[in-house]
């Protein structure tokens, strides 16, 4: 336990004296109506697309470089891997019904982040039982010669479904973040967030839900695989606290960063994870993913102010 709170303090020590990179650009909620009107077509589309089973009017907003990043299934890097997702989909399922909703959208200066809500009723195309799934994302989106285009699209579902293993798609060309070279530490924002990454691993081994806790800003929101969104801390709180004691015992945590962008106030921070775990007579490995967004406090501090994570 010394040694932990040692590496403690010297994580405090290094984070205070470290020469942190100047504000480049503010962050604000969106009001441009240019852009609300954007992103309110591309729901438009989404649904048509969805409930037409044409992904080539979804697709059409993706950056070519495009990050799509399902649950339960490997990252599709670039537009043609994420279109060759949504066509196994919709062979697949059959879409009876289909409903997206922004919650919230922050102008990140050359990015947008938007966070939504979805429900779908599915059936398989070789079944009769309609299943609803209801879940929640993050889309990060590039603002470009004042055009918008979908870097990377993630989600999540608020509940444990049968069709898991149905929302596999093994024969489409994924590629397991986790398992790809993490970014070079070459900057001060890799070096201070790679620290923060290494100071996670060990608190989460000890099960330490208070140091966890205190990653996070006064105001987040944070949308946990099978949870509601979390919007209030003392919530988050509660349900870290939980999550921990229903917690395998690591053998092995290594949390990695696929992308890092420093916006000023903000950092958009896409990360993947590896876990050798136990627990009871079971053990295995798994790998995850997901998108932070950091913010910088006037203080210098750096916490955690929107989150979304998911399994591969």
């Not at 609300?36 to 048509?48: A, E, M, P, S």
């Not at 309609?130 to 999540?156: A, F, H, R």
């Amino acid at each position: 336990m010394s040694h932990f709170r040692n590496n403690f303090l010297l994580l405090l020590l290094f984070l205070f004296f470290l020469n942190v990179q100047p504000v480049i650009a503010q962050t604000e909620s969106i009001e441009t109506e240019n852009i609300k009107v954007y992103l309110n077509q591309f729901i438009t589309d989404c649904t048509k697309g969805m409930l037409t089973a044409n992904p080539e009017i979804i697709v059409n907003h993706y950056d070519t470089d495009m990050y799509l990043m399902p649950a339960f299934q490997k990252t599709l890097l670039g537009k043609e891997n994420a279109l060759r997702y949504h066509k196994a989909f919709f062979d697949r399922f059959t879409i009876l019904e289909y409903e997206r909703k922004n919650i919230e959208t922050l102008d990140l200066g050359a990015q947008l982040s938007v966070i939504g809500a979805f429900s779908m009723k599915v059936k398989l195309k070789n079944g009769t039982k309609v299943e609803e799934l209801k879940g929640k994302y993050i889309d990060i989106w590039k603002k470009e010669n004042e055009k918008l285009s979908l870097m990377s699209e993630i989600w999540n579902y608020d509940h444990y479904t049968d069709l898991t293993e149905h929302l596999k798609f093994n024969d489409i060309p994924g590629t397991v973040l986790a398992y790809q070279g993490h970014l070079p530490i070459n900057t001060n924002i890799r070096f201070e967030i790679a620290s923060i990454n290494h100071f996670t691993e060990e608190f989460i081994a000890h099960k330490d839900h208070t140091l966890w806790s205190q990653l996070y800003a006064d105001n987040p929101i944070a949308l946990f695989s099978y949870k509601p969104v979390f919007k209030d801390k003392n919530k988050l709180d509660e349900f870290i606290k939980n999550h921990v004691a229903e917690l395998p015992i690591f053998e092995k945590l290594d949390i990695r960063n696929n992308y890092i962008n420093d916006l000023g106030d903000y950092v958009v921070n896409y990360a993947s994870h590896i876990a050798n775990w136990r627990h009871g007579e079971h053990s295995g490995i798994s790998t995850g993913k997901g998108i932070k967004i950091w913010k910088r406090a006037s203080n210098g501090t750096l916490k955690i102010f929107r989150q979304i994570s998911t399994y591969d």
